[in-house]
């Protein structure tokens, strides 16, 4: 992998703005190299600089995301799916889009009551962690699974999932067409469901998702009727 490659790499969703000398530490490049690169590549429009405080991604990569996520279509496809989704205040509907071993959250719809949660739009996130990411691996095969986890666990040096519990997890997804989880953020639940295209490969997922005293028994199979039912319209407007 090339130098830049590795520098662009070293910012992770939660990292905004690096230091030359945090980009050195983090990539092992010696900070003189850092420099000229990360100079290099704010010229370009891939990094930019921060004063008094380092870099950033720059404005040129929302462009090329721009490129892959038209490509895909998911945003386009779920437009007109998710109305009804959100049938209690608090409750609110989120998209994401399978990139990797990531999910990408591209959409985001809440109504005026809006408690705090991590679902950003334009958040990246390990896809076995919250649950538009967890329905859509489960429409992979398994060892496609784990190759997606591994590489991204390497790259970014992040701690694997438990493996047995995972894939107990994901066999259950594809029995119900639906996964609850509440493993994103603490106090939250999801109930998500996979987009796939016409060749039944998954392109992200969506979900209905809010505190979690909103989902009792009876709200997650309304929630879970619903986001299946929205996630199939969404896969035919792939396919047309």
């Known amino acids: 992998m090339s130098k830049s490659a590795v520098l662009l790499r070293a910012f992770a969703p939660t990292t905004d703005v690096l230091s030359t000398r ?5 990539t092992g490049i010696p900070r003189s190299t850092v420099h000229v690169l990360a100079t290099t590549l704010a010229a370009e429009g891939l990094l930019e600089t921060v004063p008094g405080r380092g870099w950033r991604l ?18 386009a496809a779920v437009e007109g799916a998710l109305g009804g989704l959100r ?22 719809e809440a109504g005026h009551v809006r408690p705090p ?19 859509a691996l489960a429409r992979l095969p398994a060892d496609e ?28 997804v594809r029995r119900t067409g639906y996964v609850v989880s509440s493993t994103f953020q603490a106090g939250r639940t999801s109930v998500a ?19 979690s005293p909103l989902f009792s028994r009876a709200a997650v199979a309304r929630a879970a009727e619903d986001v299946v039912e929205a996630a199939v319209r969404a896969g035919r407007q792939l396919a047309t």
Do not use: F
Request: net charge neutral; proline share 5%; with cysteine.
């Open 22 to 26: 945090a980009l050195a530490a983090r």
């Open 58 to 75: 720059g404005p040129l990569l929302v462009g090329l995301a721009g490129q892959i996520i038209e490509r895909t279509g998911l945003v």
């Open 87 to 108: 049938r209690v205040p608090g409750q609110e509907v989120h998209v994401g889009q399978l990139v990797g071993g990531w999910t990408v959250y591209l959409h985001r």
């Open 117 to 135: 949660m991590d679902n950003r739009v334009g958040l990246r996130a390990p896809a076995w962690r919250g649950g538009c990411g967890k329905a």
């Open 145 to 172: 699974i784990d190759e997606r986890i591994a590489r991204l666990c390497r790259d970014e040096d992040l701690a694997a999932p438990e493996h047995a519990a995972l894939h107990d997890e994901l066999a259950a």
């Open 193 to 211: 469901a996979a987009v796939v295209d016409a060749d039944g490969r998954p392109v992200g997922g969506l979900s209905v998702a809010g505190p």
